[in-house]
């Protein structure tokens, strides 16, 4: 790094340098059993996950180059020099420069390093066919080896440091949640909801959120994960809130149910049917289980209700560190049918049951839980009855 910055090293990082070093340690061991000398890391969560390093502009290529032996370095975009200096314990942080082709600069770094073959992530968002091409032919090789995988089984169970996050971006989720839940009434717009949302959340602490809230009205709430978009509240209208509040980039997300004026029979006994399904699901959750066994007991729920239709998805998915597009790490670990992972003290889950017919409403309550050594420790104390207004 240059040494105009070094005095900025760590200055904005979320955790202890210890925190990462443990982090890093468990990577190479994964490397090492995977067979490769070096792991070329360039999903944004798994890069944060090892070194701290965030910033809005992951758009442009980055890369973290995790040897089996010796100490990792950062390839970013000049103008990301600073940055990744304060928000990060690392030594090594190399740059290129706008012009530059990025896969040239990879490989030179490589070279000089005689990393001849890493392993490169190329299941995510970043690495396109043509650029993981560029940097083959800028290696000489054919092909490069994918390394997709090999970190994020490490992510699934939490840290100490992780899950007090988590604790802390759910009460800041809830505040969004309630503030929307007080905004719903007649003649207010879908877009001051999710403004009294997003201001509550920011005002109680959440950093960026991975994802925008969800906020849906009328027959727009029977649209899955639709956003607001300035309808005006009439009696009888259902209204659609989930939101996730952030915290040192880990996520923890909350859903629930609004009714401007009554209800009908229906969607109260789908509503009554999804607060069942979440109640066992939630049972279920325990060390030793399989992945599967909440999702199945959830959908036994809603089968017997004569539900099936308004379901037919996961029950949850797990929750940690997220960057846009999503607030999830439901890439890594669902709770779904044949899931067969075993679910382990520390992991972190987010279960959404929502029932729908499918362009009128949806209603479901969710909760993110953390898994003890005998159950879930739930991180809102907000009804999740349908609120009636």
């Known amino acids: 790094m240059m040494l105009e910055f070094t005095a900025l090293r760590g ?25 490769h000398e ?10 944060y996950w090892l070194t701290g390093r965030q910033t809005a502009g992951y758009f442009a290529f980055q890369a973290l180059i995790l040897p089996v032996d010796g100490e990792p370095v950062l390839l970013v ?44 992530e190329l299941a995510g968002w970043f690495v396109s066919p043509i650029l993981a091409a560029r940097i083959a032919g800028a290696l000489g090789v054919a092909a490069l080896v994918d390394g997709s995988g090999i970190l994020e089984p490490l992510r699934t ?30 003649g207010a717009d879908e877009n001051a909801i999710a403004a009294a949302m997003l201001a509550a959340a920011t005002a109680a602490g959440s950093e960026t959120m991975a994802m925008e ?41 909350l859903m629930r ?39 199945l007991a959830a959908q036994k729920v809603i089968d017997d209700a004569g539900f099936t239709a308004a379901f037919r998805k996961r029950i949850g998915y797990s929750m940690g560190v997220a960057f846009a597009p999503d607030w999830g790490e439901g890439s890594l670990l669902s709770l779904f049918s044949d899931v067969a992972t075993v679910i382990e003290p520390g992991m972190v889950f987010h279960l959404p049951a929502t029932l ?13 839980v953390i898994v003890t050594e005998h159950g879930v420790e739930v991180l809102s104390n907000l009804p999740r009855s349908l609120v009636v207004r």
């Not at 070096?38 to 890069?47: D, Q, S, Y």
């Open 157 to 186: 169970v939490k840290s100490r440091a992780e899950l007090a996050a988590i604790r802390t971006a759910a009460g800041y989720a809830q505040r969004g949640i309630e503030a929307g839940i007080e905004a719903c009434r007649i």
């Open 257 to 295: 149910s609004v009714w401007i004026g009554s209800p009908p029979d229906e969607a109260r006994r789908m509503m009554d049917c999804a607060e069942r399904a979440l109640d066992v699901a939630l049972a279920a959750i325990r060390p030793g289980v399989a992945c599967s066994v909440p999702h």
């Open 356 to 368: 729908r017919r499918y362009g009128v409403w949806t209603v479901g309550a969710s909760e993110t």
């Open 213 to 253: 809230p969800l906020v849906s009205s009328g027959p727009r709430s029977g649209l899955p994960h639709m956003t607001w978009r300035r309808r005006r509240l009439e009696n009888g209208d259902p209204v659609f809130l989930e939101m996730a509040g952030s915290h040192n980039r880990y996520h923890a997300a």
């Open 77 to 120: 975009r000049q103008l990301e020099l600073a940055g990744s200096v304060a928000n990060t314990w690392l030594e090594t942080i190399l740059t290129y420069q706008d012009g530059e082709d990025p896969a040239l600069a990879l490989a030179t770094v490589l070279n000089a390093r005689k990393i001849a073959n890493p392993a490169v």
């Open 11 to 35: 200055r904005e990082a979320a955790f202890a340098e210890p925190e990462f070093a443990g982090r890093q340690a468990r990577a190479r061991q994964a490397i090492r059993r995977a067979g």
């Open 38 to 47: 070096a792991l070329v890391v360039t999903g944004p969560e798994n890069i």
